[in-house]
């Protein structure tokens, strides 16, 4: 899109949601890289009349390990400002007084104050079958909707949509999905900034933030 419809559109928004991995940084062991022209897209969007809020479907880390990282690469961020799964999932669980059994990561545990599994391997996915299975009404609740492999540094890896859709098909049940891309996960977002959908500017890959000319 040409940067002049930007600077077109933006005055009538109040606020932009930005994705994360993949649009600010790529991952990697080391705990990734900016993609170049991000941090300082960033800082632009937060120096203008903007509202500014990052969505993530990390489930590796919680938000304050997660928001420590994307400040030691120089973006402007703090824990208030990100949307996540875990805490979402938290929310939902206590509204309907429900005690879950865990397939997580070990470092979005504290998200959830409680024990949960070893991260993901054959034995952890087959005791959360073995669960479900068990229940005369079964739910499983699934921390967004995960392309089927993420990029690294050192390549492609399997991501946990694997396992939603292994545990989908061996139970016959339907994963809720709590993150992106769930309208309600959203929409809380939304609440959060106090502003109508029509308001708003969503990120995409392909958006060069650089371009736009902001106020």
Not at 33 to 46: D, F, H, N
Not at 102 to 127: C, I, T
Not at 149 to 161: A, I, P, R, T
Request: some cysteine; overall charge negative; hydrophobic content about 40%.
């Amino acid at each position: 899109m040409a940067a002049t419809s930007w600077e077109n559109s933006v005055k009538s928004l109040k606020g932009v949601i930005l994705d994360m991995c993949g649009v600010l940084y790529d991952a990697g062991e080391d705990g990734g890289t900016p993609i170049p022209g991000s941090v300082e897209a960033v800082k632009r969007l937060k120096a203008s009349d903007l509202q500014v809020r990052f969505c993530t479907n990390e489930t590796q880390a919680t938000r304050e390990v997660f928001v420590a990282k994307l400040q030691r690469m120089g973006f402007d961020i703090c824990v208030s400002e990100v949307f996540s799964p875990a805490p979402a999932a938290v929310a939902v669980l206590k509204e309907r007084g429900l005690r879950p059994h865990l397939l997580v990561y070990d470092g979005v545990v504290p998200e959830f104050d409680r024990d949960a599994a070893e991260k993901f391997s054959y034995q952890n996915l087959n005791d959360a079958f073995r669960v479900l299975i068990g229940l005369e009404k079964p739910v499983l609740f699934s921390l967004g909707r995960p392309r089927k492999y993420y990029k690294e540094d050192e390549g492609l890896n399997l991501d946990v949509g694997v396992y939603m859709k292994a545990l989908e098909y061996a139970c016959d049940v339907e994963a809720e999905v709590i993150g992106k891309p769930d309208p309600m996960f959203f929409q809380k977002v939304l609440d959060d900034m106090g502003i109508q959908s029509q308001q708003l500017s969503v990120s995409l890959p392909s958006l060069s933030l650089p371009s736009l000319s902001l106020p």
